[in-house]
């Protein structure tokens, strides 16, 4: 089983919709992580969670909100959908490791088209 | 302020040695790491580096140098299978958030 899953794993939408993006880890991981990816652009944090009472805003929280709702949840929402979040989102958990070593594991991602 | 440069692509031949190099400047600095990313599939973390100096792992090795702001990821032997994106990221010391180079696209040619 996939330490990372997120669901849905490809959406299509229409201009104005809500929506939610899930993710669920069995890591056990304190800290989760919500990207977007386009081409040419790279990853962009869109927010973060670095346990289930601290949420931070990332880079391009605009016109997304999240829900923290146990160690193991973090769903992102999109509250009006608009055709420039088409894009693909990827969760991430990570864990102070040793010697501050943090690494980032990644969901399989969530390919979104807003029509 | 943040940036992190990678070159956009790079080719190279089956056997043969690439370096993928990547320049920060960021707001602090709490290591670096490098990432693969095959297409339409997640990244996966390749290394970490800290500390001057070089990595190894098997066929990959980095390197990073902190006055300079550069790291170098170095692939040895080849293979078809390295065709991908390698992504270059910062850890900033003040917020503990990861920042994404917008990766290197690397073909890997028989």
């Known amino acids: 089983d996939a330490d990372v899953t997120q669901t849905p794993r490809n959406r299509i939408t229409k201009t104005g919709k809500r929506i939610m993006l899930e993710c669920s880890q069995t890591?056990?991981?304190?800290?989760m992580y919500w990207y977007r990816q386009d081409p040419g652009l790279g990853l962009r944090l869109i927010y973060y969670?670095?346990?289930?009472?601290?949420?931070n805003k990332g880079e391009i929280s605009d016109g997304y909100s999240v829900s923290r709702q146990a160690q193991a949840k973090f769903s992102l929402s999109l509250e009006s959908a608009i055709p420039n979040q088409t894009a693909l989102y990827f969760c991430a958990t990570s864990d102070l490791g040793q010697g501050g070593r943090e690494t980032q594991y990644f969901g399989p991602g969530t390919r979104l088209l807003v029509l | 302020g943040q940036n992190i440069d990678q070159p956009t692509e790079m080719t190279a031949t089956e056997g043969a040695i690439v370096q993928i190099n990547c320049t920060y400047q960021t707001s602090g600095f709490n290591g670096l790491f490098w990432y693969q990313q095959h297409a339409g599939e997640a990244p996966t973390f390749l290394s970490y580096?800290?500390?001057?100096g070089l990595e190894e792992k098997g066929r990959f090795s980095s390197f990073l140098s902190r006055s300079k702001g550069y790291s170098y990821l170095l692939l040895k032997e080849l293979q078809m299978k390295d065709s991908a994106s390698y992504l270059c990221?910062?850890?900033?010391?003040?917020?503990?958030?990861?920042?994404f180079g917008t990766g290197t696209r690397l073909q890997v040619f028989p």
């Open positions: 580096n800290v500390l001057d």
């Open positions: 969670s670095f346990d289930v009472k601290d949420i």
């Open positions: 990221a910062v850890r900033e010391s003040n917020t503990d958030k990861l920042i």
């Open positions: 890591k056990g991981h304190d800290r």
